[in-house]
Nanobody, 115 residues
Framework: QVQLVESGGGLVQAGGSLRLSCAAS????????CNWYRQAPGKQRELVAW???????NYADSVKGRFTISRDNAKNTVYLQMNSLKPEDTGVYSC?????????WGRGTQVTVSS
């Protein structure tokens, strides 16, 4: 079964860190870009970070300098390292990528940052 599976979310205090993982199974996204989105309660989903197949990255202004996206092609996994977390970073974080020519969303992982 082709799918993206996120993990690593949880409850953390403001100023803390989490590392999210997005693992592809059933196919590879080694030649594709991967995106991390988040959706806070009552808000629209927003793009947080993007990484190209070659490793180029881009970030939303709200997370620049605090979040780092990276990929390990050998493990077929993309990571989102989140530091200096703020309560406004709370939301469901989902990855989005093309696998075998089809775009997939993962189910998401909840991140909650307490003040």
């Amino acid at each position: 079964q082709v799918q993206l599976v996120e993990s690593g979310g949880g409850l953390v205090q403001a100023g803390g860190s989490l590392r999210l993982s997005c693992a592809a199974s059933g196919s590879t996204f080694i030649n594709n870009a991967c995106n991390w989105y988040r959706q806070a309660p009552g808000k629209q989903r927003e793009l947080v970070a993007w990484i190209s197949s070659s490793g180029s990255t881009n970030y939303a202004d709200s997370v620049k300098g605090r979040f780092t996206i990276s990929r390990d092609n050998a493990k077929n996994t993309v990571y989102l390292q989140m530091n200096s977390l703020k309560p406004e970073d709370t939301g469901v974080y989902s990855c989005y990528a093309a696998l075998a020519g089809t775009l997939y969303w993962g189910r998401g992982t909840q991140v909650t940052v307490s003040s």
